[in-house]
């Protein structure tokens, strides 16, 4: 153990409400956006439930046609940019420096606006919910031309755009953010190939954003042209191109989809190694396959555009279903992590367990729907629904919770109760099973997204109000979680510096961390330098 | 440091290559255009970093070193807390909103610009001390 190099602190030294507006810390800056992601998930989920409410049984009038366009564009804009991508680069956030023994991100100003422009952004997208035309009503995808109708799709549809456009340079400025202080800021000995894999992730998740979110800003400017300035770039029928919106929106749009899964699978990475007392199987493969998917995911826009029919499809089908084989590395990385180790399974390796499995089955729709020919058929179907929702819900929404249970302790010093955490994660399990399985056969059967109502054909209330019974079954689940954040805030059991026996540096500094992270460092001689001290006689080199 | 350059540039090589296989089998312009900005990109990053590298002389890049053989280096100062960014933001918001619903400009110009001079005077103020 030695001591860190020496950083200076300047801090206003406040407390209360007014030093989190002010603060700069990275740990207090990730708990701030883990804390905003949540309850706009909140938010999210209960618009899931009108929606589901709606769908219930055939011919339902619950909410209106215009109200249900509303619901799904919001719940879509904020599952997609305000939960599951943030809480990423709010769990990166408070690790990266953790994990790569640095005081704190490379700026921390820049850290502090990017998240306040976050949470802005946020606000503005759901404020548009209270204006003349109600919120917007397009989609999370705001196709053009109808996001370019002033029609229907008024102040609502602007706010949404700059909401979305605010949140977008968010993500680029933290990005930068977290690039710096990846490559610069690493303790002595951190070399790159010590680094863990969760921070690996988030290397190539910023990456992507550096080269998919700029396309995202410049359309939506485009969208505000056309809107407010005159221009003609998507409407068809003054001359622009409806295909243009969709390259542009998909240029951005796919690698986002990534953006929402790497660094997901750097949560589980680390759980599964931890939980199976092994190092993980193939450190270099699974860094190497993390960059051969974000590669491959900057090529294969054009598989959302199939049936424009103004797209080479065997190009975008061939690179779609070469994705396949880099994450079939990762999975097998994983179970390899787990074979012959010693399991044990608390709440947060069960999440890790359920992500596996849906991840896994959303993974395969999604090869299906790499095929043209089956696109063709399931695009727009509930197939469609059923499929995404098992990537970005049953895959990344489930490994947040992983986190949540797993870092809780390290963030504030005490541990969740384990036994609500099961069940927590039992209703979720089975609830989001329960919702989504039957989508796939309802879109079989020709049931088409983003209608509020529908006949009254054979099977289609049955499996709708079974989809409706899981949704509620999860609204049962998170609400256990929030009762044991109470039950465990109010009984604060003491975690101690390192309650799983982690084994990366977040592992070597109290709980929660001091000002700056470290008091002292280990030295820092494999990927796991927090192990190697607490188990010298199995460290990394060792003689035995 | 080198294996981050190292994937930097197999990342360029990536979009140059799908760029030109792109091009060739669909002649698409706005593809190739997209994926040659890319291949920019990733090249501005890179000569980002191979310049940060040389200029810092990265303790982390060095396999045997302790934090105990750099114990005392001034690793420079890090700001906790400033009030600074939350209005940047908030002035970077309300001119946003100007640009589109008119009114507004002005003030959000003037905060979002306040804000920034007063987080870049406290940076080289500090520095200078």
Known sequence: MSAVAAPRAESLVRNGVLSWLATTDHKRIGILYMGSTFSFFLLAGVLAL????????????????????????????????????????????????????????????????SFWLFLFGGIVVFAGAGTVDGAAASGWTAYAPLSVLKIGFGAGQDLWIIGVMLVGISSILTSVNFLTTVFIYRAPGMTMWRIPIFT????????????????????????????????????????????????????????????????????????????????????????????????????????????????????????SFLIAVPTGVKFFNWIGTMWKGQLTFPAPMLFTLGFLINFLIGGVTGVMLGSPPIDFQARDSYFLVAHFHYVLGGGSLFAIFAAIYFWFPKMFGFMLNDRLGKWNFWLLFAGFNVTFFPMHFLGVMGMVRRIYTYPDLPGWSTLNSIATAGAALQAVAVIVFIANVYVSSWKRIPAGDNPWDGNTLEWATTSPPPELNFYALPPIRSERPTFDRNHPELAAGSAS | MKIGVRLLVSSMIFALVIASIYGATTHDVIGVLFLGFMAVALIVVTIFIVVAEREANLAGDRKDLSASDVAGEDLGTFSLESYWPILAAAGTVILIFGVVFAPGVSFGLLLAGAALVAWTLRFLVREST
């Not at chain 1, 909410?63 to 809480?87: C, D, Q, R, S």
């Not at chain 1, 769990?91 to 100003?109: E, H, S, V």
């Not at chain 1, 953006?259 to 450190?283: C, D, N």
């Not at chain 1, 960059?291 to 826009?301: E, K, N, P, T």
């Open chain 1, 50 to 113: 009108a929606m589901r409410t709606q769908l219930a049984q055939a011919n339902l009038h619950v909410i209106g046609a215009h109200a249900y366009n509303a619901v799904f564009t919001l719940h879509g804009t904020a599952m997609i940019f305000l939960v599951v991508a943030p809480f990423g680069f709010g769990l990166a956030n408070y690790l990266i420096p953790l994990q790569i023994g640095a005081p704190d991100m490379a700026f921390p100003r820049l850290n502090a606006y």
């Open chain 1, 200 to 319: 690996w992730e988030m290397v190539a998740t910023s990456l992507l954003i550096l080269m998919a979110f700029p396309m995202l800003t410049a359309v939506l400017m485009m969208l505000l042209v056309d809107r407010h300035l005159g221009g003609h770039f998507f409407d068809p029928s003054l001359g622009g191109s409806a295909i243009l919106y969709q390259h542009l929106f998909w240029f951005f749009g796919h690698p986002e989809v990534y953006v929402m899964i790497l660094p997901y699978f750097g949560v589980v990475t680390e759980i599964i190694a931890v939980f199976s007392r092994k190092p993980v199987f193939g450190y270099t493969g699974l860094v190497l396959s993390t960059f051969a998917i974000a590669g491959l995911s900057m090529g294969v826009w054009a598989h959302h555009m199939f049936t424009t029919g103004a797209v080479v499809d065997p190009f975008f089908a061939a690179l």
